[in-house]
Every structure is written in structure tokens, then in C-alpha cells.
């Protein structure tokens, strides 16, 4: 398999760390900023990421389009589990939803200060402006604190259930700490210190689902 991601995208590296979760065997491609013409030739014209290239060489695009495929496999039953796959994606699709409009508005000015090339920098502004309107990437810096504090309100409830036990839905991380966890790996590669600035709680956490990536199968 190979994923075709931004390091930043919250939507990539929900994917990624599912496919981490699953124990999967897969190549990532960092895509090009600025030049996504082999990923349009790959997918017929779509240059969002993330991108699949499954193994049977079946290419899927759209993250959530992505986890239904991967979550559909029999051994990825554990990740949602039929009996709470309601709650389960409708937490995952909170986090792709509401928390990431503010989230990534807090992440943006230093993805934008993080670009080495001046040319990809410009088109990065470029691209949130066309959206957002003139001098917004900007904007969300001066905001951040009162963005910081909805984000707050809306991530509360997940503090509680995080003090009571190590992942969202009980011992075993699913695609609701993949999708959490996408969101908090966009805070973390625009600046480590974001992950603290939202949560205290939440760098913990986001270490816990790394390790459990990495353990044992």
C-alpha cells in the first residue's frame, strides 16, 4: 500500500495512524505542495490528500472513504466495533467536522512559517485566502487564543473520559483516537507546543496512541 499525504493533514494522518493501529505494511509519499500533477495522473484529477493506493492497486481518495475500506477488513473489526460503531463514527466525524474547523485555523500560520520554499509558502496563503479572504492566515494568528478557547469547549467532554480511562472508547484505541490523534499530529507538526496549548492532557494522550501503534501483535 502506499499513502499519499501532507505531513500536516489532520484527514493523512488520521489515515496513517489507522493503518499504524492495523499493523499495516505501507509506503507513505510526501506530495509535492506545489506540484500534484502525479497525483492527479494517479486519481483522474483529484489532488487532495490523503490517497490510497491499495494493495490490490485500487486507488481511494477521501479519508473517510479510506477508514470504511480499511475498517472493512476482518481484522480491523476491533477498531469499530459493530456495537459501538455509531458512537464511534460519529465521534470521528466530530473531529473531521466541527473541532477541525478551529483547530486547523490554529495550526495554519505555522504550517505557513514552516514552508522553506518561498513559492509553496505563497501558494499555501494563496489557497486559505481564496477560502477565507485576504489576510486571514494572519487573522487566526491574532485569534488564536480565542480560537484556543472554543476548541476547549468543544474537546471538555473528551477530557472527562480521558481521565477515566486511556483511550475514547475504553483500553483499546479505534477510529475515533485515529481521527483525535489526526488532529492533534497537525498541532504537533505546526508547532509541539499547540498539543499543550489546547490540553495538557492531550500530549499524553497523544503519545499513548503512538505506543499503541507500536506494540506488539
Given at each position: 500500500m502506499?499513502?499519499h499525504r501532507?505531513?500536516?493533514?489532520?484527514?493523512?494522518?488520521?489515515?496513517?495512524?489507522?493503518?499504524?493501529l492495523l499493523?499495516a505494511r505501507y509506503?507513505?509519499?510526501?506530495?509535492?505542495?506545489?506540484?500534484r500533477?502525479?497525483?492527479?495522473?494517479l486519481?483522474?484529477?483529484?489532488?487532495?490528500?490523503?490517497?490510497?493506493?491499495?494493495?490490490?492497486?485500487?486507488?481511494?481518495v477521501?479519508?473517510?472513504?479510506?477508514?470504511?475500506?480499511?475498517?472493512?477488513?476482518d481484522?480491523a473489526?476491533?477498531?469499530c466495533?459493530?456495537?459501538?460503531?455509531?458512537?464511534?463514527?460519529?465521534?470521528?466525524?466530530?473531529?473531521?467536522?466541527?473541532?477541525?474547523?478551529?483547530?486547523?485555523?490554529?495550526?495554519?500560520?505555522d504550517?505557513?512559517?514552516?514552508?522553506?520554499?518561498?513559492?509553496?509558502?505563497?501558494?499555501?496563503?494563496?489557497?486559505?485566502e481564496?477560502?477565507f479572504?485576504a489576510?486571514?492566515?494572519d487573522?487566526?494568528?491574532?485569534?488564536r487564543?480565542?480560537l484556543?478557547?472554543?476548541a476547549?469547549?468543544?474537546?471538555?467532554?473528551?477530557?472527562?473520559?480521558l481521565?477515566?480511562?486511556?483511550?475514547l472508547?475504553?483500553?483499546?484505541?479505534?477510529?475515533?483516537d485515529?481521527?483525535?490523534y489526526?488532529l492533534?499530529?497537525?498541532?504537533?507538526e505546526?508547532n509541539?507546543s499547540?498539543v499543550?496549548?489546547?490540553?495538557p492532557a492531550?500530549?499524553p494522550?497523544?503519545?499513548r496512541?503512538?505506543?499503541?501503534?507500536?506494540?506488539?501483535?
Amino acid at each position: 500500500m502506499r499513502l499519499h499525504r501532507f505531513r500536516y493533514s489532520p484527514y493523512a494522518r488520521k489515515v496513517q495512524m489507522l493503518l499504524d493501529l492495523l499493523g499495516a505494511r505501507y509506503e507513505i509519499n510526501e506530495v509535492p505542495y506545489g506540484d500534484r500533477s502525479a497525483l492527479a495522473t494517479l486519481t483522474g484529477g483529484y489532488i487532495y490528500v490523503p490517497v490510497l493506493e491499495d494493495a490490490d492497486g485500487t486507488v481511494v481518495v477521501e479519508s473517510r472513504d479510506i477508514c470504511e475500506r480499511l475498517l472493512g477488513r476482518d481484522a480491523a473489526r476491533r477498531f469499530c466495533p459493530d456495537a459501538l460503531a455509531g458512537p464511534i463514527w460519529a465521534y470521528a466525524d466530530f473531529c473531521d467536522g466541527p473541532l477541525e474547523d478551529l483547530l486547523f485555523r490554529v495550526a495554519s500560520p505555522d504550517v505557513r512559517d514552516k514552508w522553506r520554499d518561498p513559492g509553496e509558502r505563497a501558494l499555501y496563503t494563496l489557497v486559505k485566502e481564496r477560502k477565507f479572504g485576504a489576510g486571514c492566515v494572519d487573522a487566526w494568528l491574532r485569534d488564536r487564543t480565542a480560537l484556543l478557547g472554543r476548541a476547549r469547549k468543544l474537546v471538555a467532554p473528551t477530557l472527562v473520559t480521558l481521565a477515566e480511562r486511556p483511550f475514547l472508547f475504553g483500553e483499546q484505541p479505534t477510529l475515533a483516537d485515529a481521527a483525535l490523534y489526526g488532529l492533534l499530529a497537525m498541532l504537533h507538526e505546526a508547532n509541539p507546543s499547540l498539543v499543550t496549548d489546547l490540553a495538557p492532557a492531550l500530549e499524553p494522550y497523544r503519545l499513548r496512541v503512538e505506543a499503541a501503534a507500536r506494540a506488539p501483535r
